[in-house]
């Protein structure tokens, strides 16, 4: 049974705070995705990785920085956060063979 | 790059009744379509997907279709109950690009007891 685990199911950060969150899997998959999910934007792809080291930019990349140094974990930094980064982050694995997304539970951040 | 859009935004429907939601993609290189159910507070959970050497597929009371020319493909739901209730999202994605996914933007299903 795969499990995907984030940081922190709630998080409140203020304006200009460099904010941390991470993503651990226990499946051995190579890649890994960060997504924010917004209401009626669905889910949106702010960055990948596909091996330890490795990351491609998403769909919304501006803002956002990450960091994978070991291939179980993949960091997902805001290197100085702004209230519009108000959002419901997950975190997703999968194998690059099969296509199925495993995904944490979600950390809800807000920005003041 | 890929754009998948998926209709409607909003489905209220009777218990009992069945449920249609449908996706549109671009890119005709897609070839691996999953649907992901997510239940109030929590996480997305994949409840069915499908390739593109298949046009259809049942799993119970789901069942998707494909189809490759127009670029579509739906979800249906059969003899709805109040638990089938929350978002789903539809994707699209292809083998050569290790499966990143693009999803749509979901529905919100909600079945009245």
């Known amino acids: 049974d795969v499990k995907v685990t984030q940081s922190s199911r709630y998080l409140v950060k203020r304006t200009g705070e460099k904010v941390f969150l991470e993503c651990v899997q226990d499946m051995d998959h190579e890649n890994m995705f960060w997504y924010r999910q917004d209401p009626g934007l669905g889910l949106r792809l702010i960055y990948f990785s596909y091996d330890v080291k490795m990351k491609e930019k998403g769909d919304i990349p501006e803002g956002y920085s990450v960091s994978r140094e070991k291939k179980e974990r993949f960091s997902l930094i805001l290197e100085s956060a702004s209230t519009n980064q108000t959002s419901m982050y997950l975190c997703a694995s999968s194998l690059p063979t099969t296509g199925e997304q495993y995904f944490g539970p979600g950390t809800r951040l807000t920005v003041t | 790059g890929e754009n998948v859009e998926q209709h409607p935004s909003t489905l209220s429907v009777q218990e009992g009744d069945s449920a249609v939601i449908k996706c549109t993609y671009s890119?005709?290189?897609?070839?691996?379509f999953p649907w992901y159910k997510q239940e109030l507070g929590k996480r997305p959970q994949l409840i069915i997907d499908i390739r593109s050497n298949v046009g259809e597929k049942k799993d119970q009371r789901i069942a998707v279709t494909l189809n490759k020319t127009a670029k579509h493909f739906s979800l249906h739901i059969t003899e709805t109950q109040p638990e089938d209730s929350a978002v789903y999202f539809c994707a699209a994605s292809r083998a050569g690009g290790s499966y990143i996914p693009t999803f749509g933007r979901g529905t919100s299903l909600i079945v009245h007891p």
């Open positions: 890119d005709s290189a897609s070839n691996y």
